[in-house]
């Protein structure tokens, strides 16, 4: 009996120690979508990139959002995403802030094209993953993605 409860013991402890590698987490675009007297919301564009050779099904993330240190509020997302291995793919969060004092101190930054940023949350995996912790912090300079844009040099 003691060597089966070691053996049960032991299958569990391995199996305890496959983890999922989190996927990569990354701000790449900010919008305002709607404005009242009482709400605003911004919808967050986020990158995630599977590192990793196997696929990751996604059913969904929650996540706080920080710009230039300044708390803007947490989202949800209910989008389902497969990450094929090694590739990427974007979901977008809607994030209302409610107090009309931090929306106005937000759209002039978001207005300067240029901010740090700070993603803390949890993604929502389909089994086997389960929940995935994520955190990334970075810079975001719109200006420097100027879609239908072209530069020429002389």
């Known amino acids: 009996m ?3 409860l070691c053996l049960l ?3 569990l402890l391995l199996a ?9 987490v990354s701000l790449v675009n900010v919008q305002f979508a709607a404005a009242t007297a009482f709400e605003t919301t911004a919808q967050f564009t986020i990158r995630l990139t599977n590192e990793t050779p ?10 706080k959002i ?5 708390y803007v509020g947490e989202g949800v997302s209910n989008e389902e995403i ?8 974007t979901m977008t969060v809607s994030v209302h802030l409610s107090n009309l004092r931090l929306a106005t101190r ?6 300067s094209k240029s901010f740090d940023y700070k993603i803390t949350g949890m993604l929502y995996g389909k089994p086997p993953a389960g929940t995935i912790h994520i955190s990334n912090e970075g810079r975001l300079n719109l200006n420097d993605f100027a879609p239908g844009q072209t530069t020429t040099t002389l």
């Open 9 to 11: 013991a032991i299958t």
């Open 82 to 89: 497969s990450l094929p291995r090694l590739a990427n793919g």
């Open 16 to 24: 305890g120690c496959n983890t999922i590698q989190p996927p990569a």
């Open 2 to 4: 003691n060597k089966r």
């Open 66 to 70: 920080y710009l230039n240190g300044l």
């Open 106 to 111: 937000i759209k002039p930054l978001l207005e």
């Open 54 to 63: 196997e696929p990751l099904a996604l059913s969904g993330g929650a996540f």
